[in-house]
């Protein structure tokens, strides 16, 4: 166990939707990332928070965004969503030194 | 930019004999990280073992060492005594160069498949 913690597991939706994903990173980590494993582009990184900013941004799409709250959790926000969105999101955290990325178990998500 | 191959799509290693998982990495900056990760069936990604570019020695973890030769840019993985259980996707990572304070955003390679025969 990590002690990153990701909700929900599975997700189902369909095109068009709008879903939202929940991590909380381990205790006193403050940075948050995000990471999106598909088949076609393996594993790639998306957005970076560090104690409730924006630090970095990957390949993330103009359809996605996230915010990471006071409570030092982040949530993932993936809009008009795209059969090519379906894949596996990782949440990972970090400490301020940031050797380590402890990942969380990730939300599978389904879209039909 | 940095980037990371891994050229070994699958592996297959008999039980209780070491394999090497190869890695190679490609970057301009003097300062970097470099990581190996398992992603079992079940999905989760579990780290393995870290290895910073300024290390003298080369990383060890259990029945995991890094064996790295950074000349050749190349950070491969030795897990020795391999068992069942290490059947698995392992990625290799590079840590992206320090663009700020705390990003430490991870490249991976596409992984390789290590099967382990009984």
Redesign the interface.
Known sequence: D?GVTQTPKHLITATGQRVTLRCSPRSGD??V?W?QQSLDQ????LI?Y??GEE??K?NILERFSAQQFPDLHSELNLSSLELGDSA?Y?C?S?A?T?????????T?LTVL | AQKITQTQPGMFVQEKEAVTLDCTYDTSDPSY?L?W?KQPSS?????LI?Q?SYDQQNATEGRYSLNFQKARKSANLVISASQLGDSAMY?C?M??AY?????????????TKLSVIP
Do not use: C, D, V
């Open positions: 990590s403050l940075s990332y990471y393996g594993l790639q990184f970076q560090y104690n630090r970095a990957g596996l990782f990972a970090s301020l940031g050797h380590e990325q402890f990942f969380g178990p990730g599978r | 990280g990581f990760y999905g989760e990604m579990i780290f870290y910073g990625f990572a840590r992206a663009s700020g304070a705390g990003s430490y955003q991870l490249t991976f390679g596409k992984g």
